[in-house]
């Protein structure tokens, strides 16, 4: 089992719906959990950060850690063509822990349409 | 905030060549992060650099494929050496703020024919 899966997809959904993009992991010794994003030739740009399990919310963008069920989700209420990206999930463990190291998801291409 | 900065932009390199790839950071940092992402493939870290000291290789990576320099505190380069159709990928460099942040430079698009 790889430390993180995601959905390669591509995923297309219309205008202002709501789109959730998911990712589980192995590692139980994961506390970071981030959500990065890269447009078409760009580097990633860390969206959302949560720290171990709950909810993190900053406008259209609601972050939540199950860790529980090792479990994470990106939800974009109100979708945008401009949100049209890949979304990248990424975690880590604990600074100086052999697990420090940050894990990325393979990324899940997201297609709005207009 | 960390403005990074990438040369060559894209490269398209024959089989067995080097290619030097350059990173720029606007401000002063103590590690940057070099990172590979091939195409369907997660992004992979392959060393970090710290100034004035060795970098720190990943498994899977070795120094006499891709050396790395240091020279300062803003600046970093990564080279891949005697490259082969698998090093064609889009390479990274990072720098960090803590364990949730991490900016990314725009990358440099790798094709080794």
């Known amino acids: 089992q790889k430390e993180v899966e995601q959905d390669p997809g591509p995923l297309s959904v219309p205008e202002g719906a709501i789109v959730s993009l998911n990712c589980t992991y192995s590692?139980?010794?994961?506390?970071?959990f981030m959500w990065y994003r890269q447009y078409s030739r760009k580097g990633p740009e860390l969206l959302m950060y949560?720290?171990?399990?709950g909810n993190k919310e900053d406008g259209r963008f609601t972050a939540q850690v199950d860790k529980s069920s090792k479990y994470i989700s990106l939800f974009i209420r109100d979708s945008q063509p401009s949100d049209s990206a890949t979304y990248l999930c990424?975690?880590?463990?604990?600074?100086?822990?052999?697990?420090?190291?940050?894990?990325f998801g393979k990324g899940t291409r997201l297609h709005i349409l207009p | 905030s960390a403005v990074i900065s990438q040369k060559p932009s894209r490269d398209i390199c024959q089989r067995g060549t080097s290619l030097t790839i350059q990173c720029q950071v606007d401000?002063?940092?103590?590690?940057m992060f070099w990172y590979r992402q091939q195409p369907g493939q997660s992004l992979t870290l392959i060393a970090t650099?710290?100034?004035?000291?060795?970098?720190?290789?990943e498994s899977g990576f070795v120094i006499d494929k891709f050396p790395i320099s240091r020279p300062n505190l803003t600046f970093s380069t990564l080279t891949v050496s005697n490259m082969s159709p698998e090093d064609s990928s889009i390479y990274l460099c990072?720098?960090?703020?803590?364990?949730?942040?991490?900016?990314f430079g725009p990358g440099t698009r790798l094709l080794v024919l």
């Open positions: 990072s720098v960090g703020s803590g364990r949730e942040t991490q900016y």
């Open positions: 590692n139980s010794a994961f506390q970071y």
């Open positions: 949560t720290y171990s399990s």
């Open positions: 990424a975690m880590s463990g604990p600074l100086g822990n052999r697990d420090d190291k940050i894990i």
């Open positions: 401000s002063q940092v103590t590690m």
């Open positions: 650099a710290n100034q004035g000291s060795e970098a720190t290789y």
